[in-house]
């Protein structure tokens, strides 16, 4: 099974914090990961060592987001990598076009994900964690714990005096 570490993520976003801010948050999860700051620099990269994945903005100066998705998908080779958009202008007249587009095209220009920005640290890396199938040997995370520990209570409430002690005794084998 692929772990982060045999993964690299190509981060395209022309804002420099935003780009620090998605690849730390890739690299604490373990991925490897390369930046671009525009959609010219990104299809460099590609053409470099091709990625596993990429994190992709849309509105950017020199080759918008958009434009590189359109050659990305021009080679057969880079047609099935993987892109998440990350935008801030889902919503806006500079970038809900752009967005439209990508999910009218039935299957040619690809990602069917996106994350509006400001983005959450966890759910940008479990998305890309789920896309890319890594990371399910990884230890459960805290809110799944809790989670967990909330439904085994709900089930031992709701359970009858008969079915407790077969409970007890099921917990206490597996401990």
């Known amino acids: 099974m692929a772990t ?18 998605l690849s730390t948050v890739l690299e604490d999860s373990g991925y490897q990961v390369v930046t671009a700051s525009d959609g010219e620099d990104a299809l460099s990269r590609v053409e470099e060592k091709a990625p596993d994945l990429i994190s992709l903005d849309l509105v950017m100066p020199k080759k918008s987001g958009m434009r590189f998705l359109h050659d990305l998908r021009r080679r057969q080779e880079w ?12 919503n806006d007249d500079l970038g809900r076009g752009d967005l439209q587009e990508i999910f009218a095209d039935k299957g040619q220009l690809g990602p069917r994900m996106y994350l509006e920005k400001p983005v959450d ?38 359970a009858d005096a008969s079915t407790l002690p077969q409970l007890l005794r099921l917990f206490r084998s597996v401990r």
């Open 4 to 21: 982060p570490q045999d993964k690299t993520i190509l981060v395209v976003d022309d804002e420099d914090d935003v780009r620090e801010f």
């Open 79 to 90: 047609r099935d990598i993987p892109v998440v958009i990350v935008t801030a202008h889902a």
């Open 121 to 158: 640290p966890e759910q940008y890396s479990d998305l890309i964690s789920e896309i890319l199938g890594v990371g399910l040997e990884q230890e459960l995370r805290e809110h799944e714990v809790e989670r967990m520990r909330h439904q085994l209570h709900q089930l031992a409430d709701e």
